[in-house]
């Protein structure tokens, strides 16, 4: 006989695990499947051990900027780069296990094994002892996303990695090059440069990071090039072949062939919603755009299954599959929630780091709306100047009509962890004088929130 829940969920990244507590703190009874680990890509090919790799590399490249205030190291800076992995290794360990802890201290059940859908109620899990199935009245649908494998001629070569893969090189490459400019790209870039790598960066579109802001990418690739990457924007990768013991990326540039050598070859071309081998069709699911199709409640439209996360597309984040976990449980249990993106933060963690939330100048005269914005560089903060870390700016974005700030876009030093305040500001529809209005410390970083809002205003302070 099936074991019956109230809920159970199929996945858990940060979507899935989310939603079976917040099902379990609800009073639901709950299970939740998985067929690999605990924490999705984020907690373990993505976010986590990507950003432990990101904190050695900043430790590495503070170390050497030592001199600049004033304090010596006797001989020559260096790492260990088998120890870098390991304690990225033991970080991802150790959050895997929490997360399962959360779970059973929960009271929910887990099912490690593959699931896959067999009706609108019933889930069946490959068990070790064999097949079980697991009914329930609502699920909720976490699976994530995969790796998205361009088609690339000559692609399927040795020294040819995916983001997964090269979290297990055993070495430092001497050079890398690297095809996409998103996120994953250029987050490695400037991992590997800082370790010594000698780093090309291919991107097809105009500019690279080429779904935020062009003055933001312009910034960073001015920063990167600086530090001697190498960046082709505007290029259209034709193959990868080997030669004299390396990997050749040709491509196109301005109706030109050219191209490039290095010792290993990252394709970062993004990543897709994963909807295929878990029996979705054997339900009337709709999937437009290899997405799952929900409404704004997040209601898939059969039975009482819901999707959260990569699984439905849009923005592939961490956090916002935990906000869409949060929505997709509280009308499981009778709420009518609906997801709001409005405000839904975008870091990168390169150096100087990138941190952006809600519309750009353009996506607001697109949909109508006049805007005022201004921006205030870092360089004139006196705790930028303070740190070393003086690259960067930040732009405030409001409506004309009524200055409530509608997009903010910051790259420099600690943006990731500041964008907060401007991800508040958009969600409770602040305006650029209440931020006007707010005491800053002093000196801090966040200052230059205050000084970018009495910009916008023309304000002289």
Not at 64 to 85: A, H, L, P, V
Not at 234 to 260: P, Q, W
Not at 301 to 328: F, N, Q, R, T, W
Request: charged share 20%; glycine share 8%.
């Amino acid at each position: 006989m099936a074991n019956k829940y109230d809920l159970v969920v199929l996945g858990s990244g940060p979507g899935g695990y989310i939603a079976a507590l917040k099902g379990a703190a609800q009073g639901m009874k709950v299970a939740i499947v998985e067929k690999q680990y605990f924490g999705g890509t984020c907690l373990n090919v993505g976010c986590i051990p990507t950003k432990a790799l990101i904190a050695s590399a900043e430790q590495y490249t503070s170390f050497k900027k030592n001199r600049d205030f004033g304090i010596s190291t006797e001989g020559n800076i260096s790492y260990d780069f088998e120890k870098i992995m390991a304690r990225k290794t033991r970080i991802v360990k150790q959050l895997n296990s929490s997360v399962e802890m959360l779970m059973k201290k929960g009271d929910i059940d887990i099912y490690f094994g593959k699931g896959t859908l067999k009706n609108e109620n019933t889930i069946s899990v490959e068990l070790d002892s064999g097949n079980e199935d697991v009914t329930s009245e609502a699920i909720i649908l976490a699976t994530g996303s995969v790796i998205s494998d361009p088609p690339i001629k000559g692609a399927d070569g040795i020294n040819i990695l995916n983001s997964d893969q090269l979290l297990s090189i055993d070495h430092v490459p001497s050079s890398l090059t690297i095809i996409g400019a998103g996120a994953i790209g250029t987050e490695f870039a400037y991992v590997f440069n800082s370790l010594g790598t000698k780093v090309n960066i291919i991107e097809w579109m105009p500019h690279i990071l080429p779904l935020e802001d062009k003055e933001i990418a312009d910034t960073l690739t001015a920063s990167y090039k600086k530090n001697g990457i190498k960046i082709f924007t505007g290029a259209a990768v034709n193959e990868i072949l080997d030669e004299n013991n390396e990997k050749v990326v040709r491509y196109t540039h301005d109706g030109e062939e050219k191209s490039v050598s290095s010792e290993i070859v990252l394709i970062a071309t993004g990543r897709k919603p994963l909807i295929e081998g878990v029996g979705f069709e054997n339900i009337p699911l709709t999937i437009e755009k290899r997405a799952v199709k929900v409404d704004e409640y997040l209601y898939t439209g059969v039975g009482k299954i819901y999707a959260i996360g990569d699984c439905i597309g849009g923005l592939m984040l961490a956090h916002k599959a935990s906000a869409d976990a949060e929505v997709a449980v509280n009308n499981i249990s009778g709420k009518k929630m609906k997801v709001d993106y409005r405000a839904i933060p975008r870091v990168v963690y390169c150096h100087p780091e990138v941190a952006t939330v809600g519309m750009t100048k353009e996506q607001a005269e697109e949909n109508g709306i006049e805007v005022i914005s201004a921006s205030y560089p870092f360089m004139a903060m006196p705790r930028a100047l303070i740190m070393g870390d003086r690259e960067g700016f930040l732009k405030i974005i409001a409506r004309k009509s009524d200055s409530v700030i509608i997009g903010a876009f910051a790259i420099g030093p600690h943006t990731t962890e500041m964008i907060t305040e401007m991800t508040l500001a958009i969600q409770k529809e602040l305006t650029v004088g209440d931020i006007c209005e707010t005491v800053h410390p002093h000196p801090s970083l966040a200052e230059i929130f205050h000084e970018a809002a009495n910009a916008v205003t023309n304000s002289p302070f």
